[in-house]
């Protein structure tokens, strides 16, 4: 085979690996944005991190929240909802942005992108 | 409230799912710590010391089979007998009060499906997951049909014993047992399949239209084909071989770390369990 179009090949393997991997990371982060709380599942996001603050700056502290399976949740201390959905979301993102920069940082050969 | 794993295992003759169960209880019990009763109508392929890691082994009479196609990888491919007709059975079957089943080729990596016991709703499984090969679009996992209702895995799915519950996993049986007339009325294909069956229930409860009868359960599932191969298995992480867009034959590597992955390709995993 052309060399050119041998290292081209090995180029698009190496490429397609790659985008495989950022997907699976994604999808892994979105999953791990997920806060279990009061028999309710939430997934943490910049809107549900806002409207709790904006509930704790206007000193309500219980409220009901609608969760993922649209049911409504009795949230009796928004406080600390609010304190375990920004740990939640913290993490979450610490762990992405360590696997993401692992994975664009890694030599470029595919062993090293799959070994996350 | 007793809370434990329910899994089906019946040998083929060439796929040793008894193998693949005891697999999955000691997973099970690494992340979950839950106990792990399986079912299986080929007891005697069971060892003493694998028989241990279970709670209960429970006998069943061997149902009625199907034929079908198993892939080991994209080239080449197996006829063998699935023996797939006793999941409907689950709710009489179980020990628990509270109920996760598992496919037996379901590698467990995290703890997450642990939010199923704290939670309000009766059945959970998952209506979506994702191919760890980025290029498949499979439209069957979407809807049954093109033109049909919504696709549920049953491949993992949570139960708490009620009288909502059982009527469910009656309406299960009455489905299987006339599954003839029900895959005309839905389209479907002559070979008898669990998600089928499942999906159709679900359909059904919810009043024959879209509905949230069945809740999502925790966490995401991911899954590779049979036309993939399984690279390794090593703790938490999950390594695979995913076919490549129009190069048959040729694979690229995927791998995932703390996720649950179901993985289809029998032959592959059997080779890592065993190895």
Known sequence: MDEALAKALEFSNFTATLNGQKRILHEKYLDDLVLYYNNGKFSISKETLNFAHMLISNNVNNTILIDDNNNPIDIADVKDFHGLALQKYADATNKYLTSYKRLIATKRSVESIVDV | ?275
């Not at chain 2, 109508?41 to 006998?59: G, H, M, Q, R, Y």
């Not at chain 2, 069943?60 to 797939?84: A, I, P, W």
């Not at chain 2, 938490?236 to 703390?258: F, H, M, P, R």
């Open chain 2, 1 to 275: 409230m007793s809370n434990g794993v329910l899994c089906f295992a019946h040998n083929n003759g060439k796929i040793d799912y008894l193998k693949q169960a005891t697999f999955l209880a000691k997973r099970v019990k690494k992340y979950l710590n839950l106990p792990t009763t399986v079912v299986t109508s080929t007891p005697k392929d069971l060892t003493a010391k694998d028989k241990k890691i279970f709670d209960s082994v429970i006998e069943v009479e061997d149902q009625n089979s199907n034929l079908k196609r198993y892939y080991n990888g994209t080239l080449h491919h197996h006829q063998l007998v699935f023996k797939n007709a006793s999941r409907s059975n689950s709710y009489d079957l179980t020990p628990y009060e509270n109920t996760i089943v598992l496919d037996t080729d379901y590698i467990i990596c995290n703890d997450t499906l642990l939010n199923c016991f704290n939670q309000t709703q009766n059945f959970l499984i998952y209506d979506k997951a994702t191919d760890l090969c980025d290029w498949r679009k499979l439209e069957e996992f979407d809807y049954i049909k093109d033109t049909g209702i919504k696709f549920y895995w049953a491949t993992c799915f949570f139960f708490t014993k009620n009288s909502e519950t059982k009527l469910f996993f009656n309406l299960l049986q009455h489905i299987q047992k006339n599954y003839e007339h029900y895959r005309k009325v839905y389209n479907l294909d002559k070979t008898f399949r669990n998600d089928h069956l499942f999906s159709i229930g679900i359909h059904m409860m919810n009043g024959f239209e879209k509905g949230d009868w069945a809740g999502q359960l925790p966490g995401k599932m991911f899954y590779s084909l049979d036309r993939d191969f399984v690279h390794s298995i090593k703790d938490n992480c999950v390594k695979i071989l995913v076919e490549k867009q129009n190069y048959s034959g040729e694979y690229v590597l995927a791998s995932t770390k703390d996720c649950n992955v179901h993985l289809m390709n029998k032959f592959s995993l059997a080779e890592h369990i065993n190895g």
